[in-house]
């Protein structure tokens, strides 16, 4: 019996490169389980491409979705879904919010609770720690600042750093050869409208569809005194509620410089994503 590997695939185009080529290259030696984790908000064009490798790759993609346990000292634990009965709503992302509060730069457990525990727990549920299998990250070679501290303890491989040094733009390339790629551009990455994200990004995707912020501005309804906080908590830096975003929009849409600036103290990078297992 060929051994485990677990690859955890973000839904982006360097983590389904990377897949590809494990499975590509090293199929003889491993048995690979993918494992998607679904916060529910996650462009709908990403769950179509996540189902589309599934189909002319083989990935065969195991979804996972984030269950939170309330009144309990407890790590969420998953669910597995499917393309079909993924969320597309938030609901994961609620579920996480009505316990944790909402995330932000102080508050950062969003991608644990919602992605790195749910896909622990699925590995879990195959009697499988994952410190004992390898986990392969979609972390490319001119991004390798991102590697994570606890590699060696968690059991990380990064296989476009180490096996296949692989730059942006040869992934890029690389898609422009296949038969399907990911049809939306890179500010619509990972959550929509990610914390994470630059004023920027979250410029760009206002402009694109400013609908999909109605989660953001009725989480802060909803939640914003939710979590171990004085006071009240919302989403971007400043710190900046989606309501202040917009307006910030409306005086600054063409110049996210200057909007940084009026309500952000520090920029952020605008090529963040969401790794599991990132560095801080
Ligand atoms: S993409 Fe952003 S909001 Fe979504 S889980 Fe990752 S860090 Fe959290």
């Known amino acids: 019996m060929k051994p485990k590997m677990n690859i955890s695939f973000s839904g982006g185009r360097t983590s389904a490169y990377m897949t590809y080529m494990l499975k590509k290259h090293w199929s003889d030696k491993y048995d690979f389980i993918v494992i998607f984790a679904n916060t529910g908000m996650e462009h709908p064009k990403t769950l179509e491409f996540i189902a589309a490798c599934d189909l002319f790759f083989g990935f065969n993609t195991v979804w996972v979705e984030g269950v939170v346990h309330h009144g309990v000292k407890k790590a969420s634990t998953h669910k597995v879904v499917d393309f079909f009965s993924a969320s597309r709503n938030g609901e994961p992302y609620e579920a996480y919010i009505s316990k944790y509060g909402i995330p932000n730069r102080a508050f950062p457990q969003c991608t644990r609770e919602m992605k790195l525990y749910p896909m622990q727990s699925y590995l879990r549920s195959l009697g499988i720690n994952h410190r004992t299998i390898p986990t392969a990250i979609g972390i490319r070679e001119d991004e390798s600042r991102r590697v994570s501290k ?37 500010f619509e990455g990972n959550c929509v409208g990610c914390w994470k994200k630059s004023i920027k990004k979250h410029f760009l995707q206002i402009e694109r569809d400013p609908s999909c912020y109605d989660f953001y501005r009725r989480m802060e309804d909803t939640y914003r005194t939710h979590g171990p906080q004085d006071g009240e908590r919302v989403f971007f830096r400043g710190p900046t509620d989606t309501r202040k975003l917009f307006k910030l929009y409306e005086e600054f849409g063409n110049d996210p410089a200057a909007a940084n600036k009026a309500a952000f103290a520090v920029d952020g990078g605008c090529s963040e994503s969401c790794e599991v297992y990132e560095t801080e």
């Not at 692989?166 to 898609?175: F, G, I, N, P, R």
Request: hydrophobic residues 40%; proline residues 8%.
């Open 150 to 186: 606890s590699a060696g303890i968690e059991n990380l491989i990064y296989p476009l750093v180490d096996v296949w040094p692989t730059d942006k733009q040869e992934v890029l390339d690389w898609w422009k050869e296949q038969p399907f790629d990911l049809e939306i551009d890179e």
